[in-house]
């Protein structure tokens, strides 16, 4: 018996509307790379007011011999941690009239509601990488100069003797109001920050970790610290916790390997509705990815139950709409 092809209909209407209830109740998800529309590296976020708000440095390197080539930071918002809305470039090596070159990785923390914005750049007349402080009344800026010099100069660390050690600064306000600083490029150094967040508060001091290479973050979970950097090099991420923000430091291992196609690894790492996120960059996107040409990602994180983070696997799918509260 031939079957006409109106016996089909009924079976694959309902066929259709299966399909479209699943894409109407499966979570929206995000890729990964996260950050598309244009090369995106170093990133650092942190939450303001239910909004997720990410800062990078801008990869400019041409494709054909590829180098570091950062002359600005861009900015980045989201509320959903899937869709991001740019808000260009707040921040530039030309707005600091000390400097000349190098927009490296950064970190934005509000106070009193203003909002400070620590880089590393190249000093244009003091030898070496040196640290600046910006700031703004708003999150996305614009941020100007808030000093007209350096927060910190090579002359002042001299726990190594390269010239590129000053750079990657991480902020955090601790529960009892006081502000540290961390920073450093094959020696973690930190400071206190007086309460204007412009000026440091007494001697720099250096923690000692295994295979430190840069990229310190600080953040604090459930009454521990956590202290992850990029280790070894090519760079994993590898993180040590403590009791209080100054020590003594317990290295608990690697959090993740290397990214890929790319030879630097720099994570933020956030709790936003509920979730705890791991933002990192890698060389994957496509044309003309690597190291030079680096794009930022998000994946989960996870605590085990005696405070330790669990491998976080970096993923092409990202991850979903956290469920509403």
Not at 61 to 72: G, R, V
Not at 182 to 211: H, R
Request: charged share 20%; proline share 7%; hydrophobic share 35%.
């Amino acid at each position: 018996m031939t079957c006409k092809p109106n016996h089909y209909r009924p079976a694959l209407a309902a066929l259709c509307f299966l399909a479209a209830l699943c894409l109407a109740t499966a979570p929206l998800r995000a890729t990964n790379p996260a950050i598309t529309d244009t090369f995106t590296a170093d990133p650092a976020a942190f939450v303001y007011q239910d909004t997720v708000y990410l800062y990078v440095g801008h990869d400019e390197s041409p494709e054909k011999n590829p180098h570091y080539l950062m002359n600005e930071w861009l900015c980045y918002s989201s509320t959903d941690m899937v869709h991001w809305e740019p808000h260009g470039s707040p921040l530039s090596v030309k707005d600091f009239t000390w400097a000349k070159a190098d927009a490296w990785a950064g970190q934005v923390i509000e106070r009193n509601g203003k909002f400070y914005w620590y880089v590393p750049m190249q000093h244009a007349t003091i030898p070496g990488k040196a640290i600046g402080v910006a700031v703004s009344d708003s999150p996305t800026g614009p941020f100007k100069d808030a000093r007209g010099s350096a927060l910190i100069t090579n002359n002042m660390t001299k726990a190594t003797n390269i010239g590129w050690d000053d750079i990657d600064p991480t902020v955090f306000i601790d529960d009892d109001g006081q502000a540290y600083l961390f920073w450093g490029n094959t020696k973690c150094y930190y400071s206190k920050l007086k309460a204007n967040m412009t000026e440091l508060d007494g001697s720099i001091q250096v923690v000692d970790l295994p295979k430190y290479t840069e990229a310190p973050w600080i953040h604090k979970h459930k009454g521990l610290y956590y202290l992850s950097y990029a280790y070894g090099f090519p760079e994993k991420t590898a993180y040590a916790t403590a009791p209080k923000i100054t020590g003594p430091w317990t290295f608990r291992g690697i959090l993740t390997e290397i990214a890929g196609n790319c030879n630097t690894n720099h994570q933020a790492i956030i709790e936003y509705k509920g979730r705890s996120y791991f933002i990192y960059h890698n060389g994957a996107m496509e044309p003309g990815g690597g190291s030079f040409r680096r794009s930022v990602c998000v994946d989960y994180l996870y605590y085990n139950p005696d405070g330790t983070m669990k491998r976080v696997w970096q993923t092409t799918e990202g991850v979903s709409v956290p469920p509403a509260q």
